[in-house]
């Protein structure tokens, strides 16, 4: 069983193309999250969702559109790709249970913009 | 506004060598702290964590003590192998509640030589 499942694995486009990643998660958690990380190994969180509505917007530029239909799904929408958009991509969901708050992480998403 | 501060890397070892990866944070409150591992081409995986001063994270022969005196999470492993070279990144939870999100340290790449 996967527990954060995302689609694509990996996406290879041209400059100024709209693409969009997917993520789910069968975990039953309330909270998702979408983390980047860049080339040099560096992740920063991009956004997070609760219960499908946005609760995290890390100053991440308006191109990029997360989409939360329920909370399962947390999808994320990317306009006008630019050079700097190539990273990889990682969705994560939150629990809460157990006494400790933890994230788990989907298996990535690299994406390549020529 | 609370950070994550991780040894720089490359490390390289021999196998059977004793490890330590150190990890040290800045947060106001009382943040959990987390050890996640990421094997070449693979995503994010959690490998231990620790909500509370004083407690010890350990999985896999991996250990880390929240050591709130000395704001450290230092990860160790009294024997390495081969098959745990990856990158390691130390984490902490920002702050709890909805709002929260996981700030990382910029990883350390471990690689362990037979």
């Known amino acids: 069983d996967t527990a954060v499942s995302q689609t694509p694995k990996y996406l290879v486009t041209q400059m100024g193309n709209d693409k969009s990643i997917k993520c789910e998660q069968n975990l039953g958690h309330d909270t998702m999250y979408w983390y980047k990380q860049d080339s040099k190994k560096f992740l920063k969180i991009m956004f997070s969702?609760?219960?499908?509505?946005?609760?995290i917007n890390e100053t991440v530029p308006n191109r990029f559109s997360p989409k939360s239909p329920d909370k399962a799904h947390l999808n994320l929408h990317i306009n006008s790709l630019e050079l700097g958009d190539s990273a990889v991509y990682f969705c994560?969901?939150?629990?809460?249970?157990?006494?400790?708050?933890?994230?788990?992480f989907g298996p990535g998403t690299r994406l390549t913009v020529l | 506004g609370n950070s994550v501060t991780q040894m720089e890397g490359p490390v390289t070892l021999s196998e059977e060598a004793f490890l330590t990866i150190n990890c040290t944070y800045t947060a106001t409150g009382y943040p959990s702290l987390f050890w996640y591992v990421q094997y070449p081409g693979e995503g994010l995986q959690l490998l231990l964590k620790?909500?509370?001063?004083?407690d010890k994270g350990s999985n896999k022969g991996f250990e880390a003590t929240y050591r709130k005196e000395t704001t450290s999470f230092h990860l160790e492993k009294g024997s390495v192998q081969v098959s745990d070279s990856a990158v390691y990144f130390c984490a902490l939870s920002d702050q709890g509640g909805a709002t929260n999100k996981l700030i990382f340290g910029t990883g350390t790449l471990l690689a362990v030589q037979p």
């Open positions: 994560a969901s939150r629990t809460m249970t157990g006494g400790a708050d933890t994230q788990y």
């Open positions: 969702y609760n219960n499908k509505e946005l609760i």
């Open positions: 620790a909500t509370k001063a004083d």
